[in-house]
T-cell receptor, first 113, second 114 residues
Framework: DGGITQSPKYLFRKEGQNVTLSCEQNLNHDAMYWYRQDPGQGLRLIYYSQIVNDFQKGDIAEGYSVSREKKESFPLTVTSAQKNPTAFYLC????????????FGPGTRLLVL | ELKVEQNPLFLSMQEGKNYTIYCNYSTTSDRLYWYRQDPGKSLESLFVLLSNGAVKQEGRLMASLDTKARLSTLHITAAVHDLSATYFCAVGLPGGTSYGKLTFGQGTILTVHP
């Protein structure tokens, strides 16, 4: 079955530590996105990529980094510079046409120890 | 900067009743999306609205778009418990460097009770 997978489901970060969240899709989608969701709030865009080896900052990119070396994969690193990383992180993908809806993965919940 | 506002943010409904969720946005756009999120889960796409006057229906949910008023509505007919979830609208900027970007509303938490 085609879909988006995210791992791990839960992730614990110690202060000063970088952690990486995985996102993989087998939908053959060109575009991929990372969102952050805080309790009781909507989604905010962190980074997005329309094509391999290219990505753009979203609205809240500070303290995060990404790479897009393969079409199927778009990992997100939460760096130690992100002072308030506790949130639910959602990865999404789309075909890349302007009008297409985005399809979301199951999410990773990041907690700070 | 595009802003998207939903109201109400919290909606408690009795089964069998009708209600409407509103989504207002601040700048010109011709594409609007509705998503559903169950507690602790990911987002599920409900509707894609791409033109002024567009109307889409699925079961007890009907979504419409008025681009001139910068308003979309999600109407719930004869609510049932299974519709309890958080509903988000999201608006896309018209092309260019913002290609593919969506701005989400805060979400409306819907609870349907007997």
């Amino acid at each position: 079955d085609g879909g988006i997978t995210q791992s791990p489901k839960y992730l614990f970060r110690k202060e000063g530590q970088n952690v990486t969240l995985s996102c993989e899709q087998n939908l053959n989608h060109d575009a991929m996105y990372w969102y952050r969701q805080d309790p009781g709030q909507g989604l905010r865009l962190i980074y997005y990529s329309q094509i391999v080896n290219d990505f753009q900052k979203g609205d809240i990119a500070e303290g995060y980094s990404v790479s897009r070396e393969k079409k199927e994969s778009f990992p997100l690193t939460v760096t130690s510079a992100q002072k308030n990383p506790t949130a639910f992180y959602l990865c999404a993908s789309s075909t890349g046409t302007v009008v297409e809806t985005q399809y979301f993965g199951p999410g990773t919940r990041l907690l700070v120890l | 900067e595009l802003k998207v506002e939903q109201n109400p943010l919290f909606l408690s409904m009795q089964e069998g009743k009708n209600y409407t969720i509103y989504c207002n946005y601040s700048t010109t756009s011709d594409r609007l999306y509705w998503y559903r999120q169950d507690p602790g889960k990911s987002l599920e796409s409900l509707f894609v609205l791409l033109s002024n006057g567009a109307v889409k229906q699925e079961g007890r949910l009907m979504a419409s778009l008025d681009t001139k008023a910068r308003l979309s509505t999600l109407h719930i007919t004869a609510a049932v418990h299974d519709l309890s979830a958080t509903y988000f609208c999201a608006v896309g900027l018209p092309g260019g460097t913002s290609y593919g970007k969506l701005t989400f509303g805060q979400g409306t938490i819907l609870t349907v009770h007997p």
